[in-house]
């Protein structure tokens, strides 16, 4: 498997379930983002790990809550979510975590939250 | 922080005709401006990028200008084809500034 991959493509969800998201990269990159996309609306970054450090909260809501345990997987564990956290949830991968790199995403999480 | 906005939200053009996309952008620190195109069910990928050290580049039917001191920049396709068809995103950032991106331009290649 090359670049980034994610699993699983496709979540459905309850309030009250507790679900996580994976991301890998083969790239041997050092920073690693994750994003979620919403229809009609901009790519908003979430979180930022460089180097297994988290460098960027982006006021995202205590349910959503990133791992990292090395530089080439990154979790987002979920709980309690609500509907309109339902979205595209990507992520990506750069060399390192300045902001000036090409970063390489993965073919996201459709996650429907019912 | 960094507010992009990204025009038009659709745009549709005859096969063989140019499309232009605009950006403009508001913190002046932003030195990285990258377009991603989407393709339907697919990832964001990167198609050019532009330092603000340059005005310009190309490559083949697609080329980026950028205007520092408007706070501006777009996305020019010459000679469109098909497989053009797309959400395009521009985004400003770099160096410690966080990418943000825009909201994204719906581009229809008509045969």
């Known amino acids: 498997e090359t670049g980034v991959t994610q699993t699983p493509r496709h979540l459905v969800m309850g309030m009250t379930n507790k679900k996580s998201l994976k991301c890998e990269q083969h790239l041997g990159h050092n920073a690693m983002y994750w994003y979620k996309q919403s229809a009609k609306k901009p790519l908003e970054l979430m979180f930022v790990y460089s180097l297994e450090e988290r460098v960027e909260n982006n006021s995202v809501p205590s349910r959503f809550s990133p791992e990292c345990p090395n530089s080439s997987h990154l979790f987002l564990h979920l709980h309690t979510l609500q509907p309109e956290d339902s979205a595209l949830y990507l992520c990506?991968?750069?060399?390192?975590?300045?902001?000036?790199?090409?970063?390489?995403f993965g073919p996201g999480t459709r996650l429907t939250v019912l | 922080g960094e507010n992009v906005e990204q025009h038009p939200s659709t745009l549709s053009v005859q096969e063989g005709d140019s499309a232009v996309i605009k950006c403009t952008y508001s913190d002046s620190a932003s030195n990285y401006f990258p377009w991603y195109k989407q393709e339907l069910g697919k990832r964001p990928q990167l198609i050019i990028d532009?330092?603000?050290?340059?005005g310009e580049k190309k490559d083949q039917r697609i080329a980026v200008t950028l205007n520092k001191t408007a706070k501006h920049f777009s996305l020019h396709i010459t000679e469109t084809q098909p497989e053009d068809s797309a959400v395009y995103f521009c985004?400003?950032?770099?160096?410690?500034?966080?990418?943000?991106f825009g909201q994204g331009t719906r581009l229809t290649i008509n045969p």
């Open positions: 985004a400003a950032g770099g160096g410690a500034q966080k990418l943000v």
């Open positions: 532009i330092r603000s050290n340059v």
């Open positions: 990506a991968s750069s060399q390192d975590g300045r902001y000036g790199d090409e970063q390489f």
